[in-house]
């Protein structure tokens, strides 16, 4: 069965404590890893594909890695309006399996 | 630049009730459309794509149902809402062959 997990659940930082939240994935005929930011209350907000193992993307702070089985989304020096849902999923050819997400708050 | 809209924003129906949850994409064409929901703390899910007008696929089994009119038009209907059909309505388009997917804005569903 597809599955995508993250970890962890929530996480709360410091402003300009940097870390890491992780996504590992067993896809079938995965054609693409997907991250979004999402707001209490609005839609998902595209961040970042990666395709291969060893691909990396940026985006300001933000910066997704790809491993052959899981994925990070690095976040260094996070600001207060950073804090979101971090949603990861798997997938491609019109079907996307969606892990929990990771609820991230930053502390001023 | 492309742009997807759902309407309502929020809806409170009572259980019984009939359904119907509209979104439109401006500014591509012979998109896909999805729509998903997601419940209270949890993952979104798909229900339904189109990859085309009159094309479209389940998902998972439910009393809901979609229909693609028009091009760039998705509709999600129910005939009478159960109260496990409240939660978060996404739409969300990708273009034709490509992978990612962008959302709308969403429709939040009470059912009382």
């Known amino acids: 069965e597809d599955q995508v997990t993250q970890s962890p659940e929530a996480l709360r930082l410091q402003e300009g404590e940097s870390s890491s939240l992780n996504c590992s994935y067993t896809v079938s005929g995965l054609r693409g890893l997907f991250w979004y930011r999402q707001d209490p209350g609005k839609g998902p907000e595209f961040l970042f594909t990666?395709?291969?193992a060893g691909e990396e993307k940026e985006k300001e702070r933000l910066k997704a890695t790809l491993t052959k089985k899981e994925s990070f989304l690095h976040i260094t020096a996070p600001k207060p309006e950073d804090s979101a849902t971090y949603l990861c999923a798997g997938g491609g050819a019109q079907k996307l399996v969606f892990g929990q997400g990771t609820r991230l708050t930053i502390n001023p | 630049s492309q742009t997807i809209h759902q309407w309502p924003a929020t809806l409170v129906q009572p259980v019984g009730s009939p359904l119907s949850l509209e979104c439109t994409v401006e500014g591509t064409s012979n998109p896909n459309l999805y729509w998903y929901r997601q419940a209270a703390g949890r993952g979104l899910q798909l229900l339904f794509y189109s990859v085309g007008i009159g094309q479209i696929s389940s998902e998972v089994p439910q009393n809901l149902s979609a229909s693609r009119p028009q091009d760039r038009q998705f509709i999600l209907s129910s005939k009478k809402l159960l109260l496990s059909d409240s939660g978060f309505y996404l739409c969300?388009?990708?273009?034709?062959?490509?992978?990612?997917?962008?959302f709308g804005p969403g429709t939040r569903l009470t059912v009382l």
């Open positions: 969300a388009w990708s273009v034709l062959g490509a992978d990612t997917q962008y």
């Open positions: 990666l395709y291969s």
